[in-house]
């Protein structure tokens, strides 16, 4: 989607536009609640059994659940709402396909955010109010954040498996691979390899939680560190994903260059993100990309043209730029044997 569905040649497509957070924040709002999953397990209900079991005054409650039957997230039938067929798919916690930790981290950090993007373009800083060490002292909100992490890796992990050939390969590396929810992807697809995840101290006991579940104990490693001070370990294919968008250009300059000393001849650098193009006009990638103004101090999403660059820079004999899901680049850069 390169431009809004909405006509905005129109008054009220350009009213309606700037609405539409309402939208969004009723969908947060629900997340947060925990509707989908009371509804979940409970089943379709009448609007004053939901009133009970989530706690609710009683009222807007009618129109927020006929807004969210509207926007196509909830069924209406007999005077009981319940789960439309991608909410209750994706949006009910503990299920494997769970996104809703993003939308957890969405309501807590970027939609607050957003309310200061004015302040933000003026002064270029942003306007999250902590910064990501802060994040790591608190385990409530570093749950939540590798919560958005795993809802974003479940959906291009298993494309990323499919678009490279691993075979050949005999280890993998995620650098800031959180909890490790995309490097037990590919180990749990590609069983030959041994997985290696590189990422602050602090989420160490949530990656020992994410690998034990797995099944993958002994079968995918964590090492911990800062990868601007610290060495990376070296693996045949290292990964990074949805991570140089958290630094500015020159950084994500220099992680590339320690990324090519980490990789054993012959392997790869998978570098995925919300790449833009030269010229771009993609809306979500230039949401992603105000997001970073919104909660770090540099960072931003950036063309394709940038990474092959710094790629060459860095020492790598090729890349080559592939589509991954709907809205990531991914470029595969190969060092030689």
Not at 7 to 24: E, H, Q
Not at 146 to 165: N, Q, R, W
Not at 204 to 233: I, M, N, Q, R
């Amino acid at each position: 989607m390169t431009h809004t569905s909405l006509d905005v040649s129109t008054p009220a497509g350009i009213i309606r536009l700037s609405n539409a957070f309402c939208d969004a924040k009723a969908l947060l709002t629900a997340v947060e609640l925990g509707l989908f999953t009371t509804l979940a397990e409970k089943g379709p209900s009448t609007q004053e059994e939901i009133r009970q079991e989530l706690g609710l005054h009683g009222r807007g409650l009618s129109d927020w659940l006929h807004l969210l039957a509207a926007l196509g997230l909830l069924t209406r039938q007999d005077g009981r709402f319940g789960n439309a067929e991608g909410a209750g798919t994706y949006l009910v916690r503990g299920s494997e396909q769970y996104v809703g930790g993003f939308l957890e981290r969405s309501n807590r950090n970027l939609y607050p955010a957003w309310g200061r993007l004015t302040e933000a373009l003026r002064t270029g800083e942003q306007q999250s109010g902590s910064d990501f060490e802060e994040v790591t002292k608190n385990p409530h909100i570093l749950r939540q954040f590798v919560g958005m992490m795993d809802a974003l890796t479940h959906v291009v992990g298993p494309e990323l498996v499919e678009k490279f050939d691993w075979s050949g390969h005999s280890s993998v590396l995620d650098v800031g691979g959180a909890r490790g929810n995309l490097c037990s992807i590919i180990v749990k697809a590609q069983p030959h390899l041994s997985g290696h995840v590189f990422d602050l101290p602090p989420m160490e006991p949530l990656f020992d939680e994410k690998v034990a579940a797995c099944g993958l104990t002994g079968k995918v490693t964590f090492h911990g560190g800062s990868f601007f001070t610290d060495p990376l370990p070296r693996a045949d294919v290292v990964t990074l994903g949805h991570v140089l968008h958290d630094w500015d250009e020159q950084q994500r300059g220099e992680l590339v260059a320690k990324a090519y000393d980490a990789v054993n001849p012959g392997g790869a650098l998978l570098v995925y993100d919300r790449m833009l193009d030269d010229t771009p006009d993609h809306v979500e990638n230039l949401v992603i990309s105000l997001d970073m103004l919104l909660v770090t101090d540099g960072g931003s999403e950036y063309p394709v043209s940038e990474v092959v660059a710094h790629a060459g820079r860095a020492g790598f004999a090729s890349t080559e730029t592939l589509p991954l899901s709907d809205y990531d680049t991914l470029v595969i850069c190969r060092k030689a044997a």
